[in-house]
């Protein structure tokens, strides 16, 4: 009788060396391979982007102008304050350099009208940022220029008044001394008549 694992070994032999077309006689042909329905996508690299470069911010600026008046650069700061002072609003900011463009505004702009320029910076600093304490320091400032202002035009009054009053003042004169020399003449001719009177 034959033994199991001899029988086992002998037709493993013959497999092995019938080759691959008796192995698929026996089992059937080999399964294709799966098809992958939804290759995943190679991994996207990054491009970089190039950095935005912003603009010098508000504040920044400010603080340039601040160093730009230490240095005696005042026309320098002045357009710094300018170039703040147009661009949208930000409290802390906007309100300093309303003031100090005033203040510059004010050295620079001659007392003609008032100091117009001045008194119109100090006026949007007021009404735009109430609570800032920039505007606190303009308020006693504008009044004062106001003051000024008002004064000047009285004075500009009285000062029109004195000189009219003394165009009139030498035009009475210039009368007076025409009517002194008309009596003066009445006189002699007065004089004149009674000596002919007399004869």
Not at 170 to 190: C, H, T
Request: include cysteine; glycine fraction near 6%; proline fraction near 9%.
């Amino acid at each position: 009788m034959i033994r199991l694992p001899i029988v086992i070994l002998i037709i493993s032999g013959s497999l092995l060396c019938a080759g691959c077309s008796t192995l698929k006689t026996l089992f059937g042909p080999e399964p294709p391979p799966p098809i992958k329905e939804n290759p995943s996508p190679l991994p996207t690299i990054p491009i970089p982007t190039p950095p935005v470069i912003k603009s010098e911010t508000q504040a920044a600026q400010l603080e340039r102008a601040r160093e730009l008046l230490l240095t005696g650069d005042d026309g320098a700061a002045q357009e710094l304050f300018k170039k703040i002072a147009s661009a949208k609003g930000v409290p802390g900011v906007t309100d300093e350099a309303l003031f100090r463009q005033g203040l510059l505004t004010l050295k620079f702009e001659t007392e003609t009208g008032g100091y117009p320029q001045t008194r119109q910076l100090l006026e949007r600093l007021i009404r735009d940022y109430p609570g800032s304490i920039w505007a606190v320091q303009a308020l006693p400032l504008n009044d004062l220029l106001v003051e000024y202002w008002t004064s000047e035009l009285s004075h500009g009054k009285i000062r029109r008044q004195v000189k009219a009053l003394k165009e009139s003042n030498v035009s009475l004169a210039r009368e007076n001394k025409e009517m002194r020399l008309n009596i003066e003449k009445l006189k002699s001719l007065e004089r004149e008549m009674e000596q002919k009177s007399r004869r």
